[in-house]
């Protein structure tokens, strides 16, 4: 994907601490979301899919921008293909939403930590993640529309996240919201000082992580596809996720752990 592997891997910085892989964004300034660098990031997450030994996923980054979206520079380049950029655009448009398929599709939660701001495509980061964690210096915005490219794509995660109105307030108005509308919002789960965000984050993540790796595939993939279905097909399905879960070793354990009134031992089964 990328000419040059190893300066994506150095845009995509991985540490592995316990469980808890944390992915960080490090192309700065902006730490635009490049070709190469999506597909980095897509690369780390499915490996991270396949290890046992990760159970929570963080994404965070390295300076004062979470991530400022699509790479509008490598993008215009390409309009003096001979196709006017029509292939190169959808290559990078595609392989955005193959990103965010693989975090939603992903069996581990993914957090993201925002501590800056996240505009556009990074907005549409930080919407798809499953939890996101920020600082009262976080703000986030989807202005694409104040250069005539609407978020269409970003707003695709944006509606899953955000109340619908608050949603397209942002899609129309391109104006950037500060964390604590963010929150209400519902695009991000809480907001904590800058001084205690990596300590909150690893205490958040290691929740996690102490849970049953299996339960929690579970769980995630249910509600994502419960979250598309009618009410009645909801519940049908989820009665039937329960049903095979209630029959794992991993619930006959820690129920009779709650019982027993001990820790439990997962086993993965």
Request: with cysteine; aromatic share 6%; proline share 3%.
């Amino acid at each position: 994907m990328s000419a040059n592997p190893q300066a994506a891997q150095q845009n995509v910085l991985s540490l592995h601490e316990g469980h808890v892989l944390h992915l960080t964004l490090n192309n700065g300034p902006a730490n635009v979301l490049s070709l190469s660098v999506m597909g980095a990031l897509k690369a780390a997450i499915e490996e991270a899919a396949a290890n046992e030994a990760v159970r929570v996923i963080v994404i965070g980054h390295v300076g004062k921008v979470f991530s400022a979206g699509h790479d509008l520079k490598e993008m215009s380049a390409r309009r003096a293909d001979a196709d006017q950029g029509r292939a190169f655009f959808s290559q990078t448009f595609d392989l955005c939403a193959e990103l965010m398929l693989a975090i939603t599709e992903c069996p581990k939660p993914v957090i993201a930590v925002v501590n800056g701001l996240a505009t556009a495509a990074g907005c549409q980061l930080v919407a798809t993640c499953d939890l996101a964690i920020s600082t009262d210096k976080a703000t986030f915005c989807t202005p694409g529309v104040n250069i005539g490219l609407f978020c269409s794509t970003p707003m695709v995660a944006l509606t899953r996240a955000a109340h619908r109105k608050q949603a397209m307030e942002m899609l129309l108005t391109g104006e950037t919201i500060e964390a604590a509308e963010a929150k209400e919002y519902g695009l991000i789960n809480r907001i904590v000082p800058e001084d205690y965000l990596d300590q909150v984050v690893t205490k958040y993540a290691e929740t996690i992580a102490a849970k049953s790796p299996l339960t929690v595939k579970i769980g995630k993939q249910a509600f994502y596809k419960q979250a598309e279905m009618g009410l009645r097909e909801a519940y049908d399905y989820t009665a039937r996720v329960m049903t095979e879960n209630m029959l794992t070793g991993d619930a006959c354990e820690g129920i009779e752990a709650f019982m027993q009134k001990r820790p439990a031992k997962w086993s993965g089964n």
